[in-house]
């Protein structure tokens, strides 16, 4: 054997056989006393909270004046168009957080299996029927659900985000969205119509791109 090849054979060895140094344990430090800040009282107003709803008073004394509730169509009308469960949160949290002064921005997004074009997949991220119908079209089924939520909630949640990250996907999956730039522009649309129709001071803003 070759004598650099020899050494490094013994080096291997030596290594394999001896035993790993071992750090002596610590003890564990201390507990810190946490101490919780004061609340906020002076904020301008531009901070806010996803889901703020879920613990509104923590949020509130950590300052946020804006809070994006989730209202997702899967779940608010799961078992059919004539459904409407309240989910997260319940109408009068809403409006409670409002009257605090609040601004609330609700979020519409994912299909319900029965208004899917593919309804045997049951996937909340597939296209809702009747998308290219008139958006006042009682088939339309998105143009139908958003024009109810809008309406029950005027004067309390007058931001509507249309979707969200419509955009995300990889080659194997869609995550949030299963139809085409021009499909998400028509679901825009058709929430646009809808709401400023039944709440014309409402705010229609375009879901967050994710690329």
């Known amino acids: 054997m070759h004598r650099k090849s020899h050494l490094a054979a013994i080096l291997a060895a030596f290594l394999l056989l001896s035993p790993l140094p071992t750090t002596p344990a610590r003890a564990d430090p201390d507990p810190v006393a946490i101490t919780a800040l004061a609340p906020v009282t002076n904020s301008d107003g531009r901070f806010g909270m996803v889901q703020g709803i879920q613990a509104p008073d923590l949020a509130f004394q950590a300052g946020a004046r804006w809070d994006r509730v989730i209202f997702p169509w899967s779940l608010i009308q799961k078992d059919g ?20 002064g609040v601004t609330m921005v609700g979020l519409m997004i994912y299909t319900p299996q029965w208004a899917s074009v593919t309804p045997a997949t049951g996937r909340p991220v597939d296209r809702p029927q009747g998308l290219n119908l008139a958006y006042n079209d009682p088939k339309n089924l998105w143009g139908q659900f958003v024009r109810r939520l809008a309406a029950r909630h005027k004067g309390v949640v007058d931001n509507w985000i249309v979707w969200n990250e419509q955009d995300l996907y990889d080659m194997a999956i869609r995550y949030t969205w299963d139809g085409s730039y021009e499909e998400y522009l028509q679901l825009l649309k058709t929430a646009y119509l809808n709401i400023k129709e039944v709440n014309p001071q409402a705010k229609v803003i375009v879901g967050g791109f994710a690329y």
Do not use: L
């Not at 469960?85 to 957080?97: G, K, L, P, T, V």
């Open 81 to 100: 168009p004539d459904a409407c469960n309240e989910q997260y949160f319940s109408d009068a949290a809403i409006r409670a957080q409002a009257g605090r």
